[in-house]
């Protein structure tokens, strides 16, 4: 079974930092991986998402890399903001049959100082 | 545009009571639909998905169960609730052969 893990599980910065996000998967036999943003009491907002094919993807100063040999992706965030933090969760979902599952890891947690 | 409902909104129910939490999706048709559950501070466990009407996948036994009387409403129950039940839950959708998911508002339900 796929199992996803986030590091850090909480992550404080200044403002204007620029950071990473850590998302690992035990088999790389995915269809396709999704960065996702969750506010408080809030369901989840998807915000990228990268194909196997793919090996990265942009939107504004998100920028979402996934190396699929090494089980790893990434979620960079340029010039963070205090409305950056919230909890952030990857999901995969696998080749095959399955692809119609998702599974997501514990997340992490980002604070933005002002 | 596509729109997700999920009530209630929040829930408490004694131990030994009966759920029903519903999930409906407006503006397309045939969704994959999906429950996900939600502890405190964890990430999301896939509890249920539904490829079409009366079709359930089942991730995780336990005494939930799904339903999908119609093609853009997913019915969460249980007979009866355990303490464990409590958490907060997740209704998604995604387009079928499509491969983003949307996320519904949650139901937080406390067992007590």
């Known amino acids: 079974k796929q199992e996803v893990t986030q590091i850090p599980a909480a992550l404080s910065v200044p403002e204007g930092e620029n950071l990473v996000l850590n998302c690992s998967f035990t088999?790389?036999?995915?269809?396709?991986l999704q960065w996702f943003r969750q506010d408080p009491g809030k369901g989840l907002t998807s915000l990228l998402l990268i194909q196997s094919s793919q090996r990265e993807q942009t939107s504004g100063r998100l920028n979402a890399s996934l190396d699929k040999s090494s089980g790893r992706s990434t979620l960079y965030i340029a010039a963070s903001q205090p409305g950056d933090s919230a909890t952030y969760l990857c999901?995969?979902?696998?080749?095959?049959?399955?692809?119609?599952?998702?599974?997501f890891g514990s997340g992490t947690k980002l604070n933005v100082k002002p | 545009s596509q729109t997700i409902h999920q009530w209630p909104a929040t829930l408490v129910q004694p131990v030994g009571s009966p759920l029903s939490l519903e999930c409906t999706v407006e503006?397309?048709?045939?969704?994959?639909l999906y429950w996900y559950r939600q502890a405190a501070g964890r990430g999301l466990q896939l509890l249920f998905y539904?490829?079409?009407?009366?079709?359930i996948s089942s991730e995780v036994p336990q005494n939930l169960s799904a339903s999908r009387p119609q093609d853009r409403q997913f019915i969460l129950s249980s007979k009866k609730l355990l303490l464990s039940d409590s958490g907060f839950y997740l209704c998604?959708?995604?387009?079928?052969?499509?491969?983003?998911?949307?996320f519904g508002p949650g139901t937080r339900l406390t067992v007590t």
């Open positions: 503006g397309t048709s045939n969704p994959n």
């Open positions: 539904s490829v079409g009407i009366g079709q």
């Open positions: 999901a995969v979902s696998p080749s095959g049959y399955n692809f119609n599952k998702f599974y």
């Open positions: 088999d790389s036999a995915i269809y396709n």
């Open positions: 998604a959708w995604k387009r079928d052969r499509d491969h983003e998911q949307y």
